[in-house]
């Protein structure tokens, strides 16, 4: 018997988390947290609620990126994980055709008509992956299409579909792939029109500053594609189950038919790593076209028990707890609190979002003492008006959000599903009194602006 005792070693070392990190894996990431005041030590969590050693809570409006859609150690979930580890499963043998993986591909098509066969992976970037390649095949063309500011994930296909500059600097060469404006139809047949097009991939919310994409974009595109003999892959990471007041964003407008469907984050239940590609029937068939190619495309952990077993319990979740009316119905409360605030405040421009995936865009004030104040933040670095809330937000109301991308002045909400109308007064709250103190122009908020200009120079 092995001594080794887990409760222990967190006991004796847990303290050491972030001097472990600085340590040992990415040493910017304590770094930063310590700059912008974000390390804090949770010690447990439940639903859309962090705790910290003394009890006090903090309401979680940022579900991990989205991979808490059903809030944070669901029971259901957690009891699923224990189940499947005590049936003692003979698991990833490669050579068998175990029943988990084929009973939530069978659930999750049933949740998205038109789509006919699943793959499963472990993550987001890996859903976009194998959409890439799949596309690519199925159709015997080399170009896929991407929209400007789009966010498909950091593994070099997907980095090459991936709108932001920032994070495809110094990764090159990519795929040579082509980017067009969100909801530019023409931009869209011009390039179909130069030939080689295999698919066009796009986020129904593009989660960097959180753009829905137009109204009827969607039709339209996967219209123009398919005459073009192009496919729309839809990728639904981070919009997908339920996040939107849809099970998929994609459905949120009538008359859209994606090929290719990209599923992972919230999936998972907050536990077992898993990441899904949905498809059609000839898809599949034609990547997949003979026993020699059985193993053309596969992951070592893919379609494990584990994250099978979470995926399986996660539906069951957002089923039984109605989570998708729910995200809606919140969604439209928040939405509709935080709009009302875009005539009292001038820094505040747009909100906007779909659901529970929300924006808040700050912008140029009008008056000219608070131009002055915000083009100091401004020549520092593009973004610190939105971290100058967020920080206050964390500190002083134990509200835990951030911005939504790199110079970005917009703060991104994407809560657990499981939040109330009373979570959702509980942020309006915290928001208002913190835009209230920056638009008086002085206090605590503008003090950290201070020393947030300060860092931007040091770093330059």
């Not at 066009?200 to 219209?223: F, R, W």
């Amino acid at each position: 018997m092995s001594d080794f005792d887990l409760k222990e070693l967190l006991a004796q070392r847990g303290a050491e988390r972030y001097e472990l990190h600085a340590r040992h894996l990415n040493h910017q990431q304590p770094r930063m947290l310590r700059t912008i005041g974000f390390d804090k030590v949770y010690e447990r969590a439940e639903g859309a609620l962090l705790f910290d050693a003394d009890g006090n809570d903090y309401l979680d409006m940022l579900a991990g990126f989205g991979v808490m859609g059903v809030g944070r150690n669901h029971p259901v979930v957690r009891q699923a994980l224990h189940d499947v580890l005590e049936a003692q499963l003979a698991d990833l043998t490669r050579f068998d055709c175990p029943p988990l993986p084929g009973l939530l591909a069978e659930r999750l098509l049933a949740l998205a008509p038109g789509m006919e066969r699943a793959y499963f992976g472990n993550s987001g970037t890996e859903a976009v992956e194998t959409a890439l390649k799949f596309a690519r095949y199925a159709t015997g063309r080399p170009r896929i299409l991407y929209c400007d500011h789009a966010f498909h994930g950091l593994t070099t296909g997907s980095l090459s579909v991936n709108g932001e500059a920032a994070f495809r600097r110094g990764f090159g060469p990519l795929l040579p792939d082509v980017a067009v404006p969100l909801g530019d139809l023409n931009a869209l047949e011009r390039e179909l029109r130069r030939g080689e097009v295999a698919a066009l991939i796009v986020e129904p919310v593009q989660g960097k500053g959180v753009h829905p994409a137009p109204p009827g974009y969607l039709a339209a595109a996967g219209e123009l594609l398919h005459r073009h003999g192009a496919l729309l892959i839809a990728d639904e990471v981070q919009t997908g189950l339920g996040r939107t007041g849809d099970f998929f964003a994609y459905q949120h407008e009538d008359g859209v038919q994606p090929d290719l469907v990209c599923v992972a984050k919230a999936l998972s239940g907050g536990y077992a790593p898993v990441g899904a590609t949905l498809g059609k029937e000839w898809i599949f068939r034609k990547v997949y076209s003979s026993m020699d190619r059985v193993q053309i495309h596969s992951a070592s952990f893919g379609a494990n028990a584990q994250a099978m077993a979470a995926g399986l319990a996660t539906l069951a979740v957002l089923e039984n707890e109605d989570l998708t009316a729910r995200a809606r119905r919140t969604g439209e409360v928040l939405h509709s609190r935080l709009s009302a605030l875009v005539g009292q405040y001038e820094m505040l421009h747009e909100v906007r979002g779909r659901g529970l995936m929300i924006g808040i865009e700050f912008g140029r004030p009008k008056s000219l003492k608070l131009r002055g104040r915000w083009a100091m933040l401004q020549a520092a670095r593009k973004g610190l008006f939105a971290q100058m809330v967020v920080v206050p937000l964390l500190q002083r109301h134990r509200i835990l959000t951030q911005v939504s991308g790199d110079e970005l002045e917009v703060i991104k909400l994407t809560p657990p599903l499981v939040i109330d109308e009373s979570d959702a007064d509980r942020f309006v709250r915290a928001f208002k009194e913190i835009m209230d103190e920056a638009h008086e122009g002085g206090g605590l908020v503008w003090e950290f602006g201070r020393n947030l200009i300060k860092q931007a120079a040091a770093n330059r």
